[in-house]
């Protein structure tokens, strides 16, 4: 393989495939950019101002971060495939006043009040007996901390009709009446199960068991002022039903409804996204700004002021559906992230309707607040609570051997079959 990779052939294939990628998407991109570029610069993108390196702030706050990780192929025992999910949670106080900057809350402290730290559950379904559905709808139950199905779905139903659906009888003739009896079971939330393969299973319960980690602080006596997590508030959408096609969507939504009854500031971070020219746009951040500017940029939808962006008008998931994305850079040295924050939180907490200038200024003591918590070394630019729990969350495939060895000596402590249960590849030394 080796001697095919370094043949003038394969350089040759290269250039024929970056240049269709050229002709074909970068070109049609730079003409919707270039319709974008003046408003994005004049109205969009600012930069941030930071707090003084020796800053002693008013009010000291807490910072919460939740992240997760895990295997789709813990264990495979013939159809029947274990998964493995990991969460955790940090909590961090900006301690301003002394000489612990950003001092995490202890582990045994944190499990006091959440329990363990990181936080396992396993599940299993077979992928030929069209179980997938049944016994994904039973571990998102145990996992999401709230049973009632038809307090988990109202969230969104409020939010997305502005309030006029706020209870099951406001269904009363919408769309959604006939949709009604699939909206009061777990199972039924499922909307996707067509396509219920492994991966999509794992990502729908890694995505619940983030979500319910992050509603355990909200409901523990823990008061942060931001609760962060890892990824972008998205909602996947039936298309024809025109509601979350996963519980997870639903769930998001309640998380948000929960966080702004706390008056907690909940947001994604996501350092792996899909916002069009986010190079271009810091490459516009330097010219305007000077080399090493921290900056951010809005992404609006066709509800705000001078409508989307035509560089995202076709990209189905950019904006998200309630929820308001920006690009941010706090270091020159890392590409762009994006951040998302709900857009019902945004609506009263940021945006002021006709007086962009005061929307501007509560937008900077925004990322005033986050670029302070992205000042470790570690990790500049990056929130240090996310990092944390990203840190305690990761299974390595030291973690992961470590934990196959433990299924095979459980399975033959209870008194099971030795069949083997390594990866089929192993067998034949692959």
């Known amino acids: 393989m080796l001697e095919k990779i370094l043949t003038d052939k394969f350089r040759e294939i290269l250039k024929l495939v970056f240049t269709d990628i050229t002709n074909q998407q970068d070109r049609r991109d730079a003409e919707e950019f270039s319709k974008d570029e003046v408003r994005i610069k004049e109205h969009l993108l600012d930069v941030v101002e930071p707090y003084p390196p020796d800053t002693i702030l008013d009010d000291d706050f807490l910072i919460a971060a939740v992240d997760g990780s895990g295997t789709d192929n813990l264990m495979l025992l013939d159809d029947i ?98 949709h009604l009896p699939e909206l009061r079971e777990m199972e039924t939330l499922i909307s996707r199960a067509q396509i219920l393969t492994n991966p999509v299973v794992h990502d729908e319960l890694r995505k619940v068991s983030e979500y319910a980690a992050a509603r355990n602080v909200l409901t523990s006596d823990i008061r942060p002022k931001y609760l962060l997590l890892d990824g972008a508030l998205s909602i996947f959408m039936h298309f ?54 921290k900056w951010f940029c809005q992404l609006p939808c066709r509800d705000d002021p001078g409508g989307g962006l035509h560089i995202t008008e076709d990209r189905t998931y950019i904006p998200p559906r309630l929820a308001v994305p920006y690009l941010f850079s706090f270091s020159q040295d890392n590409r762009p992230s994006r951040i998302d924050f709900d857009r019902v939180w945004w609506l009263e907490n940021v945006f002021v309707r006709s007086d962009p200038v005061a929307t501007r200024q509560n937008e900077k ?10 000042r470790d070394a570690r990790w500049y630019g990056y929130p240090v609570p996310l990092a944390l729990a990203h840190e305690a969350c990761k299974l390595s495939y030291e973690d992961l051997r470590l934990a196959r060895e433990i299924c095979k000596d459980v399975r033959h402590e209870i008194g099971l079959d030795t069949r083997k249960t390594e990866p089929l590849r192993a067998d034949y030394n692959l």
């Not at 038809?150 to 269904?171: A, M, R, W, Y």
């Not at 008056?263 to 490459?283: D, E, M, Q, Y």
């Not at 003591?365 to 918590?373: I, N, T, V, W």
């Open 240 to 293: 024809v039903k025109k509601y979350p096609s996963m519980p997870s969507g639903f769930m998001l939504r309640e998380l948000a409804s929960l966080a702004r009854k706390e008056g907690v500031v909940l947001c994604a971070v996501s350092k792996n996204h899909t916002i069009p020219f986010a190079h271009r746009i810091a490459k516009m951040a330097q010219d305007a700004f000077g080399e090493g500017t």
């Open 365 to 374: 003591a925004l990322f005033r607040d986050l670029e302070f918590m992205s």
């Open 81 to 178: 495939r274990v998964h493995l999910l990991s969460t955790a949670t940090t909590v961090l106080d900006t301690n301003t006043r002394s000489e612990k900057l950003f001092d995490p809350i202890s582990t045994k402290a944190l499990e006091e009040r959440l329990g363990g730290q990181p936080h396992l559950d396993v599940h299993w379904h077979s992928g030929v007996r069209n179980d997938a559905q049944k016994k994904m709808a039973e571990t998102l139950e145990s996992i999401y901390p709230l049973k009632d199905v038809v307090d988990i779905i109202l969230p969104f139903f409020k939010d997305d009709s502005s309030g006029v659906i706020s209870s099951v009888s406001g269904f009363t003739g919408t769309d959604y009446e006939k």
